[in-house]
């Protein structure tokens, strides 16, 4: 296997798939192949056999699609990007492009969080940047960027305000930052509520670092209801996953916040009523899929207030 040439892999086929065999699909024979970086838009993959036949193959349209929509307003090839949280599925390719990679811990860590979670532990991108305690600022130093990206992260994120602000600190004035948030109707969260102003503004008062009971058992309860358990059971095992992390002071993982276009946009206009947020919404796009983007252009005159700061 290779891409644009180059190879990449070796791949024995016909190798047994229980997983397809479980899922009906074919005749249980096939392979999983993950490639050394992200697929660009221009990239092309090829299968060269044994015999040698070739097949030759582009990125799935639309995978490009969302690549174009996430990269609407950046220029990869031409600025410093930052792409935050990208865990096992990074969306820009290095060091094709000048991108600098941010997550809350070391690649280590986050192997050792991850490790059975549905997270493929040997994807998982090294981070240029691990924040753990601190703030994007002191962690960047005095790296700016010309655009950032995170793909669905701010879902995961206990302080939604508060990240906002460390994105805008490290961001150069009239800079993008493009988000991929998950359309909670269309996904494991439809039970639940969506997020208020108060379900944002609680964690920016407190300096949340971690999700709170209230978040984990929300999370962890909407997600139980939707895969059918009754809401005794459900909240058995919610209380009991709050506890736990309470008790172990873990980090506990799980959807923070719940938005869909309409509810983010409102919560975005709120908090610029509120003068707490440092962005324009330069727009929201839904493209009938389980996430939605949106894009918000920092501003250098809009700061936080200090009878609003932590």
Not at 268 to 289: K, P, S, T, V, W
């Amino acid at each position: 296997m290779a891409i644009n040439d180059a190879p990449v892999a070796r791949v024995t086929p016909d190798l047994p798939r229980p997983d397809l065999i479980e899922a009906g699909i074919g005749p249980g024979h096939g392979f999983t192949v993950f490639l050394p970086r992200p697929l660009w838009l221009d990239d092309e993959i090829s299968l060269h056999a044994e015999d040698g036949s070739t097949m030759r193959a582009r990125i799935d349209p639309a995978a490009a699609a969302r690549i174009a929509e996430l990269t609407r307003y950046a220029d990869p090839a031409r600025q410093t990007g930052l792409e935050i949280g990208p865990l096992d599925r990074p969306l820009l390719p290095k060091p094709r492009f000048r991108v600098f990679y941010l997550d809350q811990a070391s690649k280590a860590d986050l192997t050792r969080r991850y490790q059975g979670h549905g997270v493929y532990i040997p994807a998982v991108a090294d981070p240029d940047f691990a924040v753990g305690d601190g703030d994007f600022l002191s962690t960047v130093g005095d790296l700016r960027f010309d655009y950032a990206i995170a793909s669905h992260v701010i879902e995961h994120v206990p302080d939604v305000i508060g990240w906002l602000w460390q994105i805008w600190s490290v961001l150069q004035d009239g800079a993008v930052l493009s988000l991929a948030v998950p359309h909670a109707d269309k996904m494991f969260d439809a039970k639940r509520r969506l997020s208020t102003l108060a379900d944002l503004l609680d964690p920016f008062f407190s300096r949340a670092t971690q999700p709170g009971a209230r978040q984990i058992v929300d999370a962890a309860l909407g997600s139980a209801l939707f895969h059918g358990q009754g809401v005794p059971t459900a909240a058995f095992h919610a209380f009991h996953l709050a506890n736990h992390a309470r008790k172990t002071a873990l980090y506990c993982d799980t959807h923070c916040s719940v938005f869909t276009p309409e509810s983010f946009a409102e919560l975005l206009r709120c908090l610029d009523r509120c003068e707490l947020l440092g962005f324009d919404l330069l727009g929201i796009a839904y493209r009938g899929n389980d996430e939605f983007t949106a894009h918000l252009a920092r501003r250098a005159d809009k700061l936080l207030p200090d009878h609003v700061r932590p």
